[in-house]
Protein backbone atom coordinates (compact mmCIF):
# COMPACT_ATOMS: atom_id res chain seq x y z
CA UNK A 1 0.00 0.00 0.00
CA UNK A 2 1.53 3.04 -0.92
CA UNK A 3 1.34 5.15 2.12
CA UNK A 4 2.68 8.90 2.99
CA UNK A 5 5.92 8.04 3.55
CA UNK A 6 6.58 4.98 0.97
CA UNK A 7 6.67 7.65 -1.45
CA UNK A 8 9.55 8.11 -3.84
CA UNK A 9 10.11 11.82 -4.96
CA UNK A 10 11.26 11.99 -8.30
CA UNK A 11 13.56 15.42 -8.65
CA UNK A 12 15.11 17.13 -12.21
CA UNK A 13 15.89 20.66 -13.39
CA UNK A 14 13.04 22.89 -14.32
CA UNK A 15 13.90 22.71 -18.21
CA UNK A 16 11.41 21.30 -20.66
CA UNK A 17 13.76 17.99 -21.59
CA UNK A 18 14.24 17.51 -17.99
CA UNK A 19 11.26 17.22 -17.22
CA UNK A 20 10.17 15.23 -20.27
CA UNK A 21 12.88 13.14 -18.76
CA UNK A 22 11.28 12.80 -15.31
CA UNK A 23 8.16 12.48 -16.93
CA UNK A 24 9.31 9.30 -18.73
CA UNK A 25 10.93 7.74 -15.54
CA UNK A 26 7.57 8.26 -13.71
CA UNK A 27 5.64 6.25 -16.38
CA UNK A 28 8.28 3.95 -16.15
CA UNK A 29 7.75 3.60 -12.44
CA UNK A 30 4.64 3.34 -12.83
CA UNK A 31 4.51 0.68 -15.29
CA UNK A 32 7.06 -1.34 -13.88
CA UNK A 33 5.33 -1.72 -10.21
CA UNK A 34 1.50 -0.89 -11.06
CA UNK A 35 2.09 2.54 -8.24
CA UNK A 36 -0.22 5.53 -9.11
CA UNK A 37 1.51 8.90 -9.75
CA UNK A 38 1.00 10.16 -6.31
CA UNK A 39 3.33 7.53 -5.80
CA UNK A 40 5.66 8.94 -7.23
CA UNK A 41 5.78 12.83 -7.37
CA UNK A 42 7.83 15.54 -9.73
CA UNK A 43 9.68 18.25 -8.01
CA UNK A 44 11.93 20.07 -10.59
CA UNK A 45 14.59 22.85 -9.58
CA UNK A 46 16.10 24.91 -11.10
CA UNK A 47 20.02 25.18 -10.91
CA UNK A 48 23.07 27.52 -11.14
CA UNK A 49 23.49 26.73 -15.32
CA UNK A 50 20.24 27.82 -15.70
CA UNK A 51 20.62 30.59 -13.80
CA UNK A 52 23.78 31.96 -15.81
CA UNK A 53 22.41 30.88 -19.31
CA UNK A 54 23.98 33.75 -21.20
CA UNK A 55 27.54 32.99 -19.98
CA UNK A 56 29.82 30.19 -21.27
CA UNK A 57 30.03 27.23 -18.84
CA UNK A 58 33.41 27.31 -18.91
CA UNK A 59 33.60 30.77 -17.92
CA UNK A 60 31.07 29.95 -14.88
CA UNK A 61 33.64 27.29 -13.89
CA UNK A 62 32.91 24.71 -11.31
CA UNK A 63 31.29 21.50 -11.77
CA UNK A 64 27.92 20.06 -11.51
CA UNK A 65 26.74 23.37 -12.31
CA UNK A 66 23.43 21.46 -13.60
CA UNK A 67 23.34 18.97 -10.23
CA UNK A 68 24.24 21.09 -7.44
CA UNK A 69 20.74 22.53 -6.30
CA UNK A 70 19.40 18.91 -6.95
CA UNK A 71 22.53 17.45 -5.11
CA UNK A 72 21.23 19.29 -2.08
CA UNK A 73 17.77 18.24 -2.01
CA UNK A 74 18.55 14.80 -2.74
CA UNK A 75 21.17 14.42 0.05
CA UNK A 76 18.66 15.89 2.60
CA UNK A 77 15.64 13.35 1.22
CA UNK A 78 13.39 15.91 -0.17
CA UNK A 79 14.07 14.10 -3.55
CA UNK A 80 14.89 10.71 -3.50
CA UNK A 81 15.33 9.83 -7.17
CA UNK A 82 17.61 12.27 -9.22
CA UNK A 83 16.89 12.10 -13.30
CA UNK A 84 19.78 13.64 -15.41
CA UNK A 85 20.80 13.88 -18.91
CA UNK A 86 24.06 11.78 -18.42
CA UNK A 87 26.20 13.71 -20.36
CA UNK A 88 25.44 16.68 -17.93
CA UNK A 89 26.82 14.52 -14.96
CA UNK A 90 30.36 15.15 -13.29
CA UNK A 91 32.77 12.38 -13.27
CA UNK A 92 32.47 12.82 -9.41
CA UNK A 93 28.76 13.01 -8.21
CA UNK A 94 28.33 14.83 -5.12
CA UNK A 95 29.51 12.56 -1.39
CA UNK A 96 26.87 10.26 -0.99
CA UNK A 97 24.70 10.11 -4.11
CA UNK A 98 25.45 7.50 -6.79
CA UNK A 99 24.65 6.90 -10.49
CA UNK A 100 22.16 3.54 -9.80
CA UNK A 101 21.81 2.93 -13.70
CA UNK A 102 20.58 4.78 -17.08
CA UNK A 103 17.37 4.22 -19.14
CA UNK A 104 18.20 2.33 -22.56
CA UNK A 105 19.76 5.19 -24.97
CA UNK A 106 18.41 7.39 -27.59
CA UNK A 107 19.91 8.10 -30.88
CA UNK A 108 23.81 9.47 -29.99
CA UNK A 109 23.76 11.19 -32.92
CA UNK A 110 23.87 14.65 -33.32
CA UNK A 111 21.94 16.82 -35.62
CA UNK A 112 22.47 19.82 -38.04
CA UNK A 113 19.66 22.63 -37.65
CA UNK A 114 19.80 25.29 -40.52
CA UNK A 115 17.95 27.42 -43.02
CA UNK A 116 20.69 28.38 -45.02
CA UNK A 117 21.93 25.01 -46.43
CA UNK A 118 21.76 21.01 -45.83
CA UNK A 119 24.48 20.38 -44.17
CA UNK A 120 27.52 21.26 -42.25
CA UNK A 121 29.78 21.15 -45.73
CA UNK A 122 27.56 23.40 -47.64
CA UNK A 123 27.57 25.85 -44.88
CA UNK A 124 28.66 29.62 -47.29
CA UNK A 125 32.17 30.93 -46.16
CA UNK A 126 32.28 32.43 -43.01
CA UNK A 127 28.81 31.91 -41.86
CA UNK A 128 27.68 31.75 -38.13
CA UNK A 129 27.35 28.42 -36.06
CA UNK A 130 25.89 28.69 -33.05
CA UNK A 131 27.12 26.09 -30.03
CA UNK A 132 27.43 25.75 -26.15
CA UNK A 133 29.35 23.11 -26.47
CA UNK A 134 33.44 22.98 -26.75
CA UNK A 135 32.97 19.74 -28.11
CA UNK A 136 30.88 20.79 -31.04
CA UNK A 137 32.50 23.97 -31.49
CA UNK A 138 36.03 22.57 -31.71
CA UNK A 139 34.63 20.03 -34.01
CA UNK A 140 33.31 22.56 -36.24
CA UNK A 141 36.48 24.41 -36.31
CA UNK A 142 38.63 21.38 -37.64
CA UNK A 143 35.68 20.48 -40.52
CA UNK A 144 35.35 24.07 -41.94
CA UNK A 145 37.91 26.01 -40.19
CA UNK A 146 36.22 29.26 -41.95
CA UNK A 147 32.94 29.60 -40.36
CA UNK A 148 32.83 31.43 -37.58
CA UNK A 149 31.73 29.44 -33.83
CA UNK A 150 29.55 31.66 -31.64
CA UNK A 151 28.66 30.74 -28.33
CA UNK A 152 24.80 29.84 -27.95
CA UNK A 153 23.45 28.54 -24.72
CA UNK A 154 20.63 28.38 -23.60
CA UNK A 155 17.53 25.53 -23.39
CA UNK A 156 16.83 23.37 -26.38
CA UNK A 157 13.79 25.97 -27.53
CA UNK A 158 15.83 29.12 -26.60
CA UNK A 159 18.11 28.05 -28.99
CA UNK A 160 16.39 27.28 -31.49
CA UNK A 161 14.32 30.71 -31.15
CA UNK A 162 17.93 32.08 -31.42
CA UNK A 163 17.85 30.41 -34.78
CA UNK A 164 15.06 31.62 -36.14
CA UNK A 165 15.88 35.41 -35.04
CA UNK A 166 18.73 35.02 -37.81
CA UNK A 167 21.00 35.61 -34.39
CA UNK A 168 23.13 32.41 -36.22
CA UNK A 169 23.06 31.10 -39.61
CA UNK A 170 22.97 27.44 -38.29
CA UNK A 171 23.40 25.39 -34.75
CA UNK A 172 23.75 21.69 -33.71
CA UNK A 173 21.99 19.75 -31.36
CA UNK A 174 21.27 16.34 -30.15
CA UNK A 175 18.74 14.71 -31.29
CA UNK A 176 17.82 12.68 -28.16
CA UNK A 177 17.18 15.78 -27.32
CA UNK A 178 14.93 16.99 -30.25
CA UNK A 179 13.12 13.52 -29.93
CA UNK A 180 12.11 13.56 -26.19
CA UNK A 181 10.74 17.07 -27.12
CA UNK A 182 9.47 16.10 -30.03
CA UNK A 183 11.03 18.45 -32.08
CA UNK A 184 12.79 16.47 -34.96
CA UNK A 185 11.14 18.41 -37.40
CA UNK A 186 13.41 21.18 -37.30
CA UNK A 187 15.97 18.59 -38.38
CA UNK A 188 18.13 19.72 -41.23
CA UNK A 189 20.32 16.80 -41.64
CA UNK A 190 22.26 14.47 -39.47
CA UNK A 191 25.48 14.12 -38.42
CA UNK A 192 27.96 11.62 -39.01
CA UNK A 193 29.15 10.36 -35.67
CA UNK A 194 32.34 8.86 -36.86
CA UNK A 195 33.68 12.37 -38.66
CA UNK A 196 31.24 14.09 -35.57
CA UNK A 197 32.05 12.14 -32.44
CA UNK A 198 29.37 12.45 -30.46
CA UNK A 199 30.14 13.64 -26.46
CA UNK A 200 30.64 11.19 -23.80
CA UNK A 201 27.01 9.71 -22.12
CA UNK A 202 25.30 11.68 -24.99
CA UNK A 203 21.91 9.85 -25.55
CA UNK A 204 21.77 8.38 -22.10
CA UNK A 205 19.41 9.05 -19.03
CA UNK A 206 21.26 8.58 -15.66
CA UNK A 207 19.15 7.92 -12.65
CA UNK A 208 21.24 8.89 -9.28
CA UNK A 209 19.93 7.53 -5.52
CA UNK A 210 21.51 7.91 -2.22
CA UNK A 211 23.89 5.65 -1.71
CA UNK A 212 22.51 2.79 1.01
CA UNK A 213 19.04 3.69 -0.41
CA UNK A 214 18.11 -0.05 -0.52
CA UNK A 215 14.22 1.23 -1.31
CA UNK A 216 15.12 3.08 -4.44
CA UNK A 217 17.42 1.32 -5.64
CA UNK A 218 15.01 -1.76 -6.01
CA UNK A 219 12.23 0.36 -7.39
CA UNK A 220 14.65 1.68 -10.32
CA UNK A 221 16.21 -1.84 -11.11
CA UNK A 222 13.75 -2.77 -13.24
CA UNK A 223 13.47 -0.04 -15.53
CA UNK A 224 17.46 -0.01 -16.18
CA UNK A 225 19.43 -1.35 -19.40
CA UNK A 226 22.35 -2.86 -18.38
CA UNK A 227 23.90 -2.50 -22.38
CA UNK A 228 23.76 1.33 -21.85
CA UNK A 229 25.32 0.87 -18.20
CA UNK A 230 28.56 -0.86 -19.95
CA UNK A 231 28.53 1.73 -23.18
CA UNK A 232 28.38 4.86 -20.84
CA UNK A 233 30.90 3.33 -18.38
CA UNK A 234 33.36 2.60 -20.67
CA UNK A 235 32.65 6.54 -21.77
CA UNK A 236 33.07 7.97 -18.48
CA UNK A 237 36.23 6.09 -17.46
CA UNK A 238 37.51 7.70 -20.70
CA UNK A 239 36.46 10.71 -19.67
CA UNK A 240 37.77 10.49 -15.82
CA UNK A 241 41.34 10.22 -17.30
CA UNK A 242 41.22 13.63 -19.27
CA UNK A 243 39.13 15.32 -17.19
CA UNK A 244 41.64 17.83 -16.15
CA UNK A 245 39.48 21.23 -17.02
CA UNK A 246 35.82 21.27 -18.07
CA UNK A 247 37.56 23.56 -21.11
CA UNK A 248 39.15 20.48 -23.41
CA UNK A 249 37.04 19.68 -25.88
CA UNK A 250 36.20 15.69 -25.36
CA UNK A 251 34.47 13.10 -27.58
CA UNK A 252 33.83 9.59 -26.89
CA UNK A 253 31.66 6.97 -28.11
CA UNK A 254 31.39 3.01 -27.40
CA UNK A 255 29.75 0.48 -29.18
CA UNK A 256 28.46 -3.18 -28.20
CA UNK A 257 28.67 -5.86 -30.76
CA UNK A 258 27.75 -9.24 -29.47
CA UNK A 259 30.28 -9.26 -26.19
CA UNK A 260 32.54 -6.84 -27.38
CA UNK A 261 32.43 -2.87 -27.21
CA UNK A 262 34.30 -0.50 -29.30
CA UNK A 263 35.56 2.72 -27.88
CA UNK A 264 36.14 5.70 -29.95
CA UNK A 265 37.88 8.98 -28.14
CA UNK A 266 38.75 12.38 -29.46
CA UNK A 267 40.38 15.37 -27.98
CA UNK A 268 40.67 18.52 -29.59
CA UNK A 269 42.11 21.93 -29.40
CA UNK A 270 39.37 24.61 -28.77
CA UNK A 271 40.06 26.06 -32.36
CA UNK A 272 40.44 22.36 -33.73
CA UNK A 273 44.13 22.76 -35.03
CA UNK A 274 45.40 19.89 -33.00
CA UNK A 275 43.26 16.17 -32.51
CA UNK A 276 43.91 13.26 -30.80
CA UNK A 277 41.96 9.96 -31.29
CA UNK A 278 41.80 6.58 -30.10
CA UNK A 279 40.19 2.89 -30.61
CA UNK A 280 40.16 0.31 -28.29
CA UNK A 281 38.20 -3.02 -28.02
CA UNK A 282 37.56 -5.72 -26.32
CA UNK A 283 35.21 -7.63 -23.73
CA UNK A 284 32.37 -6.35 -22.47
CA UNK A 285 33.45 -6.92 -18.77
CA UNK A 286 36.35 -4.90 -19.42
CA UNK A 287 34.31 -1.81 -20.26
CA UNK A 288 35.46 0.84 -17.54
CA UNK A 289 39.16 -0.62 -18.33
CA UNK A 290 39.06 -0.38 -21.96
CA UNK A 291 38.21 3.58 -21.62
CA UNK A 292 40.07 3.98 -18.96
CA UNK A 293 43.16 2.71 -21.21
CA UNK A 294 42.02 4.59 -24.13
CA UNK A 295 42.17 7.89 -22.40
CA UNK A 296 45.50 7.33 -20.86
CA UNK A 297 46.48 6.51 -24.60
CA UNK A 298 45.81 9.99 -25.32
CA UNK A 299 47.14 11.43 -22.55
CA UNK A 300 50.31 9.84 -23.35
CA UNK A 301 50.14 11.25 -26.90
CA UNK A 302 49.34 14.32 -26.41
CA UNK A 303 51.39 17.88 -25.22
CA UNK A 304 52.19 17.82 -22.01
CA UNK A 305 50.23 21.38 -22.15
CA UNK A 306 47.22 20.37 -23.64
CA UNK A 307 44.61 19.98 -21.18
CA UNK A 308 45.74 23.17 -19.31
CA UNK A 309 43.50 26.48 -20.42
CA UNK A 310 46.34 28.57 -20.23
CA UNK A 311 47.51 26.82 -23.62
CA UNK A 312 44.11 27.42 -25.19
CA UNK A 313 44.25 29.02 -28.62
N1 LIG B 1 24.02 20.14 -22.64
C1 LIG B 1 22.59 20.19 -22.67
C2 LIG B 1 22.03 18.86 -23.04
N2 LIG B 1 22.12 17.81 -22.21
C3 LIG B 1 21.55 16.73 -22.81
C4 LIG B 1 21.07 17.15 -24.05
C5 LIG B 1 20.39 16.31 -25.04
C6 LIG B 1 19.97 14.94 -24.59
C7 LIG B 1 21.09 13.95 -24.47
O1 LIG B 1 22.17 14.11 -25.05
O2 LIG B 1 20.84 12.95 -23.79
C8 LIG B 1 21.34 18.51 -24.18
C9 LIG B 1 20.99 19.38 -25.32
C10 LIG B 1 21.87 19.19 -26.53
O3 LIG B 1 23.07 18.91 -26.39
O4 LIG B 1 21.36 19.32 -27.65
Partial sequence: MATESAKLVIGTRSSPLAMAQALSVQQLLMQAHGWSAEMLPLASMTTSGDTYADRALSEIGGKGLFTRELDVAQSSSQIDIAVHSAKDLPTVLADGLEIVGYLPREDVRDVFISHKAKTLADLPHGAVVGSAALRRQAQIKRLRPDLEVVLLRGNVGTRLAKLERGEVDATLLAMAGLKRLDKTDVITSILDPETFLPAVAQGAIAITIRTGDERARQAVLPILDNDTG???????????????????????????????????????????????????????????????????????????????????R
Wanted: include cysteine; aromatic fraction near 6%.
Fill in 230 to 312: ITVTAERAFLTVLDGSCRTPIAGHAQLKGNQIYFKGRVLRPDGSEIYEVERSGAISDAEMIGRDAGLDIKARMPTDFLDPANM
